[in-house]
């Protein structure tokens, strides 16, 4: 039993996905990654990654020592060192989230205005 209901949801169902719809091209983590690393600010992207592999290994380095310490200041030293390196690993994998998501913004942003100019009367076509 088919209602014309029916028929018109079939065939809006299958009409191709529009490129404008929101849901139609969601950008992967890698995607927003790489257009962090390839946006305007790409040479504080670049350097950021390379100094959150830099405190990596810092704190690599600083949690070996801490367990090889010979004394207690030491151990305390080398402890803080590792809190210290971590905490700056956090700060920047937040920083880049941050970028990520502003870059997802964007995205978001450009869609509705082109529906807004998709929706939006033409001057042309008033006269």
């Known amino acids: 039993m088919n209602t014309p209901l029916d028929d018109r ?48 290994a810092v704190s690599v380095l600083c949690a070996v020592r801490v367990y090889h310490a010979a004394d207690t200041r030491g151990a305390i030293l080398w402890a803080a060192g590792l809190n210290f390196s971590l905490l700056a690993v956090a700060m920047l994998k937040m920083w880049f989230w941050l970028q990520m998501d502003k870059y997802a913004l964007l995205r978001e942003i450009k869609r509705l205005e082109l529906h807004i100019a998709r929706l939006s009367p033409h001057p042309s076509a008033e006269k």
């Open 9 to 56: 949801i079939r065939q809006a169902l299958d009409r191709p996905a529009d490129p404008l719809n929101p849901g139609a091209d969601e950008a992967s983590v890698f995607q927003l990654l790489g257009d962090t690393v390839r946006g305007r600010q790409r040479w504080v992207a670049l350097f950021a990654g390379v100094v959150t592999f830099a405190f990596v």
